[in-house]
């Protein structure tokens, strides 16, 4: 079965609920969806929490939160329900047991009683002689039975032949490995939950799982899971096997100060969705072009198995960053308005939408995420703070000596007090002053800047004064003659 076979595709993103999605997992979802909406399929949420030791309270909710912000949410799921529920594990336990029988019967999987201790020293020999751990089948010797009642695991047995068994991955080309290199790996637990091992090719099976795209880290473990579909006597899915998300360096893994965040971490900061989405997606995929920059109904139309890379990827935030202030820089002004909300300062509270949408004009090219909102626009809804000594600063430099500072606001007050201040009258009223005053008009633009703003860097002066408005903007001009 190729990846461009023409069958129902059905895919699962299957997480396990021990803490935030990673990025290399955030990722993994998003191909998931895409080869699923590519195809016209069904996507998937399935959580895998046999694993209770390393289970983490409210994982589940931020996991399908998480999807469902970045807007790949599943069609199928534990709040999405489905014809093939339940999905999360530890609600099929039975369905596990009733499947794990036959293979008992068959001999596929055996009874193992041998104790934890018994287990760590076997490994601890096997790591003293420098060869790798298998399991020595104690428990298939008759003599070394117990009782079914007391606590023990069952095992799957290891075929003695044949020699290899592999696969023809969607991603990775032809790989085999030898069996003799497989260990009899437990698939149900002493606690009665199975192994992800056991679990995922049950759970594939009854879901008509059509591809599996998973990171390549489960490599090694997708000979154990072709086994168990041969044991079954089942058809196995499609394997995709995705690259590993490294650091920006390229050799060594992503970490949490190289932007190893959640997703509602993302947000919180103002990443937009559709930056994160053609981001990831440029994470181990391309369609062959240069280019960057991506609209989801683009990577949908687009995305292809065949099109995915081996090589590891590289996760570089600053390239994030420029993807997310491209796209606001690009998006329509009245929808970035409804996006901007909850990152305004708090002073902004009491102003109007208007407004807002007039301020936000002045700092759209400027914004690189939404969190930079609230510090780029402070100045809009408050008075200017003096008492960091800009002004007096600034009176001091050199710059400021003929016209000095003071001077240059005096004269600005009295060339905008008729002023209408609409940006041209504005504009008329100050470009020609600075040649009255034998200053060059950066030297007076930063003068009335810094007076009306607080801040050496702001929009443009003319469109700031003309938002701000006449009250406000002679009131900030005296206020600073004053100061001075």
Known sequence: MSSSTPI???VRFAPSPTGFLHVGGI????????WARHNGGISILR?????????????????????????IAPDEGPREGGEYGPYVQSERLDLYHQHAKPLLESGALYRCWCSPERLTKLREEAQATGVAFKYDRHCLIAANQRSETEPHVLRFRIPDAPESIGWDDAVRGRLDFKLTDLDDFVAI????FPTYHFANVVDDHLMAISHVLRADEWLPSTPKHLLLWQAFDWQPPVYAHLPAVLGPTGNKK?????GAQSVQEYLDEGYLPEALRSFLASLGWNDGTTQEVYATDELVERFTLERIQRSPAKFDKDRLTWMNGFLIRQMPLDKLLERSRGFWPASASDSSM????HVLRLVQDRLKFLSELSELTEFFFTEPDYRSGILETEADSDRYRHPTFAVCLRAARQ???????????LEAALRPLAEELGTKTGVLFSAIRIAITGQKSAPGLFETLAVLGRETSLRRLDNAIKQL
């Open 27 to 34: 990722r993994s979802a998003l191909f998931n969806w895409l």
């Open 415 to 425: 060339a905008v007090e008729n002023s209408d201040f609409s940006e041209a009258s």
């Open 47 to 71: 959580i895998e929490d046999t694993d209770r030791a390393r289970y983490v309270e409210g994982a589940l909710d931020q996991i399908c939160d998480s999807l469902e912000a970045l807007g």
């Open 8 to 10: 129902s595709v059905r």
């Open 354 to 357: 208007t407004y807002r949408r």
């Open 254 to 258: 992503l970490s949490k100060r190289d």
């Open 189 to 192: 637990k002493a606690d009665g």
